[in-house]
């Protein structure tokens, strides 16, 4: 599939976006290159291929889930301009 410039300047008219021809000529034939991969990754032969999450056969590793902080939230909220309830207490700014 190959897209010409007179597309690209549509989107870019439908997105808003301010282009000239020399961008316009650049995206045309990027976008043209990226389709023509993704049209020979279409061809590839996949039968048999299991899905995967992840092409390498990796773990995260991941940190414990344990408390490493302790609870100063009366600290905090002593010096907060507003407090009611144990929450912070905000200008409305949403009318």
């Given at each position: 599939?190959?897209?010409?410039?007179?597309?690209?300047?549509?989107?870019?008219?439908?997105?808003?976006?301010?282009?000239?021809?020399?961008?316009?000529?650049?995206?045309?034939?990027?976008?043209?290159?990226?389709?023509?991969?993704?049209?020979?990754?279409?061809?590839?032969a996949i039968d048999g291929v299991e899905p995967m999450a992840h092409p390498l056969d990796a773990e995260q590793r991941l940190r414990p889930d344990a408390v490493t902080e302790s609870d100063r939230r009366e600290t905090f909220q002593a010096i907060a301009p507003a407090v009611e309830g144990g929450l912070y207490l905000v200008p409305r700014v949403i009318e």
């Open positions: 599939m190959s897209v010409d410039t007179s597309e690209v300047r549509r989107i870019a008219h439908l997105s808003r976006l301010a282009m000239n021809d020399d961008q316009a000529r650049d995206f045309a034939g990027g976008l043209s290159d990226i389709f023509a991969f993704v049209e020979q990754l279409d061809g590839a």
